[in-house]
C-alpha cells in the first residue's frame, strides 16, 4: 500500500500536475504516442516547433544513431501555424494537459507573427521559443549565441503576446548564463534547457556526411552530462523556473536536473527508445520521494546547490 | 480502443532460432498480441539491449505469424551491431517488441493475379504477403520472384515457394535459378494482353524497386512497395524516417515527404518520388 | 598473405609511422602501459599535461562514468617540468616513438618556461599546448575560449620555443574556426582537437555532484559527433595538419576524423576501456586501406569534404 | 619479460556459477595465465560489455585461484548495472579481463598470528589472503573476523572460515555469531601482552576499515587495507582513483595522492589519510 506522492509544480503561471514533459520534436503532436502512452499523465506536451509558413524540412537522412545519443536534422517540418491551429491543436487539447508550443522562424517578425496568432487560439497554455534558429536578418547567426539577440527577440514576443513565455537555450556557447540572463530580463517567465549540440556523423564507406544536411543536432544519454552541468550554471545565475533536459530516461537522470535547480523535466530521445519512459521517470521519482521521505516533491528542486 | 491494444510494446521471449543461411536467422518469437494483429508488410520495432547503447530500437518485418501458438517470426540479417544482438539470440532471451507497426498491404481483387517480387532479405514480408493471400478465399494466383546476388542470399526461399502457384528464383551469378535480374522475368509476366489484371508487390534493395516502380508504370499495373529506412520513433512522431513523395499536393508539411514507418513501410510505387529518393 | 599498406604521416615536421596517437593524460607517461601495449607501434605518445610546478592535483572523486563517457577532474596532477625531464622523459624516450609533451599553466610566463626547459630536454619531438587552463592573469578565464588570449599565449610561446607547436582546442566556445585560425597566424604548426566538454554528474542519493571538484571533461564515444563535427569545421578554415580526437574506439571512429579532414588521431578514454584499442584501430584503417584499394592512406585526409 | 605476460588482457569463459545469497554470485572462470600469477589483494578489470554503455571495466578482486585446473573466482556483489551484468552472467559466457593488477598483501613473518577482518563482499580477498597463508610453510596463525548487517551478507563465510585456525562471525543484528561490530572482537585479540606479533589484514566499508586502522595505530599493530575507488584505467595512467596519502613527502605528485589500481589496492593503514579519505 504506496501513499501518494505529491509531484505537482508551478511553472510560468502554470500549475503541472507532474515535473515530467515531452521536449520538442520528439513527441509529435501527441497524437502519435495517443494509443502508447497514458498522455494524460504527462505534466504537459511541447509540440515540435511550429513556424508562421509551412516548412517541408530537409532532405533525407534525417536522423543517424550515435554511441548513447542520436543526430538529428528534420529541419522543422511543420505544416505552418494555421494549419497547426486548425488539425493539431484540437486533438492536443483533447489531452486535458497544458499545451506548450514551441515556436521557430527566420525573423523576429516570423516569431511575433506566430505568437500572436497562437494568442488568439483557444487551449495554447503557453509558447517555448526555440532561439536556436538561423536569423536571416543575423546573417544567419543564431539569436541564441548572443544575449543582445536573445534579448531583442524575446522582448519582441513579449510585447506581441499575453501567453507564458519560456525561452529554449542552446548549449552551443561559451557562455549561456549572460544569454539566460538576456532572456529573462527581455521577459522570460522560464527556460529550457538543453537545445541538442551541433555534431556530424561520415559515412566512411560513401566518405560523406551521413545527413543530408551535413551537421545535426545530438540529443540522448550521451549529453546528460552537459545539460546537467549548464542546469547547474543557469540555476544559480537566474531566479526563474527551469524546464531541464538532455538524455533523461529514468527517475534518477531526472532528479540529476531537479537537483541541479530545475524545476520540471522533459524526455525526448527518451520517447523513441521506450515510449514508457515518461511513467517510467514517474515512477522512479515517486520511490525516490517515498524512501527519503520527501513529502513535497518541490523541495528537491536544486538541492545539490546548497553545499 | 482497439488501438490501445495494437500498439503497447511487449516483451517477447525466442522459442525457437534457426540459422538459416550463414548471414540470416529466423527467429520465432512468443509474442500472442503482436500474432493476432500483425498485417503482410507491417513491422515490430525491437529494443535491442536494456542500455544505451545501441540507443535506437530496429525495425524488422513481420515474416509469418502463428495467431493460434501466438508466435511471431522474424528474419534477421546481420548486417550490424544490432541485428547481430538479435540474429545472436539464443532460445529464452527476450526483447522489448513495439507492433504491428506501419500500414499493410492492400490485398488484391478476388480473382487477381499477384506478382510477388521479393530481394534479398526483402523476402520477409513477401513470405508473410504470400502467406496471407493462400489463406483467402478470394482464389487469388500468385507468382513469385526471389533474386539475390547469389544462392547463400536466396534465404528462406522455400518458405516463398511453398506459398506460391509459381515461384522463380533468380541470381546475378546464376549459382541458382535464372541468372540475372529479377527484371528480366517479371518483363515476361507483365508483357501479356491484360497485364491490369496482375498486381506487383516489391520488398528488396532500392535499384531494384525503382526498377520494378517504373515497370509498372509504364505497363500501367498496380504496383506497391515496402521500403526501408532509419528509425527513430517508428510511430511518425520523430519525421526522422522520410522519403521524397510524387506529387506534392494539399498541405506542404504532410505532401513533400512520406514518413516509411506510419505513411508507410508500404506505399503505392507510384506514391514515391524515385528520382530523389533512390539515393 | 597481406600487403602492407603505409600509414606514415608527416605533422608539424615530424614524420609519424602510423597516424594513430594516444591522447594526453590518458596514457600517463608511457610506462604505465609498457607491459599491455606495443607502444613503440604509436604514430606519438602525448604525456599528460607538464606544468612549471609540481601540482597535487583535485581531491577525489576526480572521475565517474556516464552514459558511452566518463567525466574527469584530475585537476592536472603532474611532477613539475623538472622532474618530468629528470624522471619521465628517459623511459618515454626509450619506447623509439615521437614524444609530444602537453603543456599547461596559470599564466602565460608559465608556459613559456615550460616551454623554454623542455626545448633544452633532450628527445622532445613537439610540444602540444592546453589553452583550456584557467588564466589567472584574464581572471580564470581559459585562453582557449578567446582569439585574442589564445594569439598571445601561442605567440609567446613560440617566440620563447624552437620546437613544432601544437595547439589544443576546447570546443567549449561558440565558434571554434576564429580561436583555430588565431592560433594558426600566432604560429601553431598542428592544431589537436577536441579537448573534454564541461559537464557534470550529481549523486542523487547524496544530493551533491559526484566529481570533488563538482563540474568535470566529458570524454569518450559520446563526444563523438560534436568531435568530428568540429575537425570538419576547423579543416575548412586551417591549412595546418589537425590531430582529431574524441571517443575513438575502431578503424572506423577514426576515419570519421581522417575524413573530416584530420592528418592523424588521438585515442584517449578508450585506452582504458581496451589497451588494445591502438592496434584495433591501425587494424581498421588497414583493413579498410586494402578494401578500397588506398595505396597512400594521406590520401584519404579530408575526403569527405570534396561535394 | 614477465611483465609483459602478467598484464595482458584476455578473454574468461565463466565455467561455474553459484548464487550464494540474493545479493552475491560466485563466479568461476577459465583464465590460465591469471590463476598463475595471481597473488591475494590483486585484482582483475573486468569489460562487462562490447558496446559503449557501461563504457568502463569494473575492478573485482580475485578470491580464489586454481593455477593446476586454470581457474579463478571471483565474489560479485549486484550493486549496479556493471556488477548485475557480470552477477548474471550464465556458464559459456566470456569477458575480457585485464589482471592480476595492483599490488598484493604483503605476508607476515614466520610464526606471526595473521589477523583477518572483512566486511561484507571485502571478504573476497581476505579469502584470498586466507588461502594463500593456509598453503605456506610458516606456519602462521590465522584468525579470521567476518561482519555484517545481517546474516545473509556474510557471503562465503564458509570460505574463509575453512581456512582459519579460528573464525568469529559479527552482525550488527546478531542474526548470526556475535551482535555488534568486528571492531569490538578485534580489541579483545590486540588487548595482549604481545600485539607486536599480529599483523592485521583488512577489507569492507571504509568506516570500518578507518576504526580498524585506528586500533592498529594505537597499538602499534602493524596493519594492511584493501580500498576500493571507481577506476578509469586499473593501471596507473588516469589518476583517477586516488586515496590522499598520509605523510606528503618527497616529490607532491606522487604523495599527495596514491593510485589505489597501482600503488594499491593494498596499504599499510599508516600511509592513508582516514580523516580525509573517509567520507
Ligand atoms: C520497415 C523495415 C523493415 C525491415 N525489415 C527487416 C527484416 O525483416 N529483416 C532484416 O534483416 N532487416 C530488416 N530491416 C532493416 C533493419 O532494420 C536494419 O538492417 C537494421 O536496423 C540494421 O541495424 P544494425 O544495428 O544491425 O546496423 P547498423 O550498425 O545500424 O548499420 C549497419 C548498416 O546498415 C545500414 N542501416 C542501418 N539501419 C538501416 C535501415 N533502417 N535501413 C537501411 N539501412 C540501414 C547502415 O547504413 C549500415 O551500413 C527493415 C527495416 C525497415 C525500415
Ligand atoms: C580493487 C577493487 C576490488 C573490488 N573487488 C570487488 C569484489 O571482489 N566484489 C565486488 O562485488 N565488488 C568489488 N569491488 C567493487 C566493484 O568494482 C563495484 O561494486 C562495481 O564496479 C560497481 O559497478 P556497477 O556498474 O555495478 O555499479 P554502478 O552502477 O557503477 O554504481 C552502483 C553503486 O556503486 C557505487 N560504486 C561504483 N563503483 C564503485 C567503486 N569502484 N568503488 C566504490 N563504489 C562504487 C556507485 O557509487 C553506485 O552507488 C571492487 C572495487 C575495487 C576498486
Ligand atoms: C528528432 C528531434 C526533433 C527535435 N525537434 C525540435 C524542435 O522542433 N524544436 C526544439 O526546440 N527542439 C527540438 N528537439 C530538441 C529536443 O526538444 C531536446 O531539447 C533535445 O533532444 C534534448 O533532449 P533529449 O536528449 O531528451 O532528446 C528535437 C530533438 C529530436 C531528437
Ligand atoms: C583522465 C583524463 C585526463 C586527461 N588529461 C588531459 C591533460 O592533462 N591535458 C589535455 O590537454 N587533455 C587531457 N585530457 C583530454 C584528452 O586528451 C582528450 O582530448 C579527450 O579525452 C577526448 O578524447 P577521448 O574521448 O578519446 O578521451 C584528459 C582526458 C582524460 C579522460
Ligand atoms: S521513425 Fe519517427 S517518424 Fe518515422
Ligand atoms: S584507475 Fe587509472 S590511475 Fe588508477
Known amino acids: 500500500m504506496m501513499t501518494p506522492v505529491d509531484l505537482s509544480v508551478e511553472l510560468a503561471g502554470l500549475t503541472l500536475q507532474s515535473p515530467i514533459m515531452v521536449a520538442s520534436g520528439t513527441f509529435g503532436y501527441g497524437t502519435e504516442y495517443a494509443d502508447l502512452v497514458e498522455v494524460g499523465a504527462l505534466g504537459a506536451i511541447v509540440t515540435k516547433g511550429v513556424t508562421l509558413e509551412p516548412r517541408a524540412g530537409n532532405p533525407p537522412p534525417r536522423i543517424c544513431e550515435t554511441p548513447a545519443g542520436m543526430l538529428n536534422a528534420i529541419g522543422l517540418q511543420n505544416p505552418g501555424v494555421e494549419a497547426f491551429i486548425r488539425d493539431k491543436l484540437p486533438p492536443l487539447r483533447d489531452f486535458g494537459v497544458p499545451v506548450i508550443v514551441n515556436v521557430a522562424g527566420s525573423t523576429v517578425e516570423d516569431y511575433v507573427a506566430v505568437a500572436r496568432r497562437l494568442a488568439e487560439a483557444p487551449g495554447v497554455a503557453a509558447l517555448e521559443l526555440n532561439i536556436s534558429c538561423p536569423n536571416v536578418q543575423a546573417g544567419g547567426l543564431h539569436c541564441g549565441v548572443r544575449p543582445d539577440l536573445t534579448a531583442e527577440l524575446v522582448a519582441a514576443v513579449r510585447a506581441a503576446c499575453p501567453l507564458p513565455l519560456i525561452t529554449k537555450l542552446s548549449p552551443n556557447v561559451t557562455d549561456l548564463v549572460p544569454i539566460a540572463q538576456a532572456a529573462v530580463e527581455a521577459g522570460s517567465d522560464a527556460l529550457s534547457l538543453i537545445n541538442t549540440l551541433v555534431g556530424m556523423a561520415i559515412d566512411v564507406e560513401k566518405r560523406a556526411p551521413v545527413l543530408a544536411n551535413r551537421t545535426g543536432g545530438l540529443s540522448g544519454p550521451a549529453i546528460r552530462p552537459v545539460a546537467v552541468r549548464l542546469t547547474w550554471e543557469v540555476a544559480r545565475a537566474v531566479s526563474v523556473p527551469l524546464i531541464g533536459m538532455g538524455g533523461i530516461m529514468t527517475g534518477r537522470d531526472a532528479l540529476e536536473f531537479i537537483l541541479a535547480g530545475a524545476t520540471a523535466v522533459a524526455v525526448g530521445t527518451g520517447n523513441f527508445v521506450d515510449p514508457d519512459v515518461t511513467a517510467e521517470v514517474r515512477r522512479g521519482l515517486e520511490d525516490y520521494c517515498r524512501r527519503h521521505q520527501v513529502t513535497r516533491f518541490r523541495d528537491l528542486i536544486g538541492a545539490a546547490q546548497v553545499g | ?279
Open chain 2, 1 to 279: 480502443m482497439q488501438n490501445s491494444i495494437m500498439m503497447r510494446s511487449r516483451r517477447a521471449t525466442v522459442v525457437h532460432r534457426q540459422q538459416v543461411t550463414p548471414l540470416h536467422t529466423q527467429l520465432r518469437l512468443r509474442a500472442p498480441e503482436i500474432a493476432n494483429l500483425a498485417a503482410a508488410g507491417q513491422f515490430v520495432h525491437l529494443r535491442v539491449t536494456s542500455g544505451a547503447d545501441p540507443l535506437l530500437r530496429r525495425p524488422f518485418s513481420v515474416m509469418l505469424c502463428d495467431p493460434v501458438e501466438g508466435f511471431v517470426d522474424l528474419l534477421v540479417q546481420n548486417v550490424g551491431r544490432g541485428s547481430e544482438i538479435v540474429a545472436l539470440a539464443g532460445v529464452g532471451q527476450s526483447f522489448d517488441l513495439l507492433g504491428p507497426l506501419g500500414t499493410p498491404f492492400p490485398l488484391p481483387p478476388p480473382h487477381a493475379h499477384a506478382v510477388l517480387v521479393a530481394g534479398g532479405v526483402g523476402v520477409a514480408p513477401m513470405i508473410a504477403l504470400a502467406d496471407r493471400l493462400s489463406r483467402t478465399a478470394d482464389d487469388h494466383h500468385i507468382t513469385s520472384l526471389f533474386g539475390a546476388r547469389t544462392e547463400e542470399l536466396l534465404c528462406c526461399w522455400q518458405e516463398l515457394a511453398g506459398r506460391s502457384h509459381e515461384f522463380l528464383a533468380v541470381t546475378e551469378d546464376g549459382s541458382l535459378g535464372e541468372p540475372g535480374l529479377v527484371t528480366g522475368p517479371l518483363a515476361g509476366i507483365l508483357d501479356v494482353p491484360d497485364p491490369e489484371t496482375r498486381v506487383v508487390y516489391a520488398c528488396g534493395p532500392e535499384p531494384m524497386l525503382a526498377a520494378v516502380a517504373r515497370m509498372c508504370a509504364e505497363r500501367a499495373v498496380e504496383c506497391y512497395v515496402s521500403l526501408e529506412r532509419w528509425m527513430g520513433c517508428g510511430v511518425g512522431a520523430c519525421l526522422g524516417c522520410v522519403v521524397p513523395a510524387a506529387h506534392p499536393a494539399g498541405d506542404t508539411s504532410d505532401a513533400t515527404y512520406l514518413r516509411v514507418c506510419k505513411d508507410g513501410p508500404v506505399f503505392a510505387a507510384g506514391d514515391i518520388d524515385w528520382g530523389a529518393s533512390c539515393l
